[in-house]
């Protein structure tokens, strides 16, 4: 079945690249989308790419995929501590708007 | 707008008690959701909703009961509560086509069943 697998933690230095990483299954996934969750909130939706798309750049934001090898990450470039939250793949893959979410990388920065 | 709202916060039931969780959107989206969110396993989908009248079952609906009467509200049942629903909740909604689109959450509810 669908799966979307990220590793849990990330620990970075504030100012420094973070980069979250990101390995799903369904190859026929259209759409890849990265959200982020603050403490005690709801999910954000931070950026997404389409799967014919090997990167897509949003300010702070890089997103990068290997269709390949079924590879999503998401790099934030001089990362704040208004950074720190859980980051969530997601891929959209069958009808309407269901989304397989992965569990979740809680990013902590710290000075 | 209010976006998506959902009520209670937090709710604490004891096991075989019913409850209807709450969610409401005001941007007139066709397509609404249940997810929960288990420590270590992301987000799961419990039942969705394409229209007023249309549901359909996600990856764990057993013991969700859903109905969806007007385009605004998608509330959750819980017909008897058992300590595995202890989770927290949210509501999603969106539009529905073609093409990427963002799906827009609640704050959440989270439930324990003791």
């Known amino acids: 079945g669908e799966d979307v697998e990220q590793s849990l933690f990330l620990s970075v230095r504030e100012g420094d690249s973070s980069v979250i990483n990101c390995t799903y299954t369904?190859?026929?996934?259209?759409?890849l989308y990265w959200y982020k969750q603050e403490p005690g909130a709801g999910l954000q939706l931070l950026t997404y790419?389409?799967?014919?798309?090997d990167m897509k750049q949003d300010q702070r934001l890089t997103v990068l995929l290997n269709k390949k090898d079924k590879h999503l990450s998401l790099r934030i470039a001089d990362t704040q501590t208004g950074d720190s939250a859980i980051y969530f793949c997601?891929?959209?893959?069958?009808?309407?708007?269901?989304?397989?979410f992965g569990a979740g990388t809680r990013l902590a920065v710290h000075p | 707008n209010a976006g998506v709202t959902q009520t209670p916060k937090f709710q604490v039931l004891k096991t075989g008690q019913s409850m209807t969780l709450q969610c409401a959107q005001d941007?007139?989206?066709?397509?609404m959701s249940w997810y929960r969110q288990d420590p270590g396993m992301g987000l799961r989908l419990i039942h969705y909703?394409?229209?007023?009248?249309?549901?359909d079952q996600g990856e764990v609906p057993n013991g969700y009961n859903v109905s969806r009467s007007t385009t605004e509200d998608f509330p959750l049942r819980l017909l008897s509560a058992a300590p595995s629903q202890t989770s927290v909740y949210f509501c999603?909604?969106?539009?529905?086509?073609?093409?990427?689109?963002?799906?827009?959450f609640g704050p959440g509810t989270r439930l324990t069943v003791t």
């Open positions: 999603a909604s969106s539009t529905t086509g073609t093409g990427a689109y963002e799906q827009y």
């Open positions: 369904d190859s026929s996934s259209t759409y």
């Open positions: 790419i389409f799967s014919n798309m």
């Open positions: 997601a891929e959209g893959t069958g009808g309407y708007n269901k989304l397989i």
């Open positions: 941007m007139n989206h066709e397509y």
């Open positions: 909703s394409v229209g007023a009248g249309i549901t």
